[in-house]
């Protein structure tokens, strides 16, 4: 049963930025963390970013770090990854889901269709 909703990919030029919205209700978002994963053609789903259920925690993986920023509204029950400085290496399919980790995420059956985001010249 998907539960999370991803949004905003895009085509999108070397240097640019686009901003990920995963939304999903209320209850959801205040239950536990919330990640983002993605997953390039002829490779293995990466974790991306996490945010905690109080909102106060995040963790990016080190190919991101100083570019991703994940953060959530409250009042719109979305999460948000913004992406600065976007390059091609970052081309792939974006999910989000209520898992942070690639090991919790081999047990994770709620997966969504993603958000395409390819990042060319």
């Known amino acids: 049963q998907v539960q999370l909703v991803e949004s905003g990919g895009g085509l999108v030029q070397p240097g640019g930025s686009l901003r990920l919205s995963c939304t999903a209700s209320?209850?959801?978002?205040?239950?536990?963390?919330i990640g983002w994963f993605r997953q390039a053609p002829g490779k293995g789903r990466q974790a991306v970013s996490c945010i905690n259920a109080s909102g106060t925690g995040t963790t990016y993986a080190d190919s991101v770090k100083g570019r991703f920023t994940i953060s959530r509204d409250t009042v719109k029950n979305v999460v948000y990854l913004q992406m600065n400085n976007l390059k091609p290496e970052d081309t792939a399919v974006y999910y989000c889901a209520r898992v942070c980790t690639v090991v919790a995420a081999q047990g994770y059956d709620s997966w969504g269709q993603g958000t395409q985001v390819t990042v060319s010249s």
């Open positions: 209320k209850s959801i978002l205040e239950s536990g963390p």
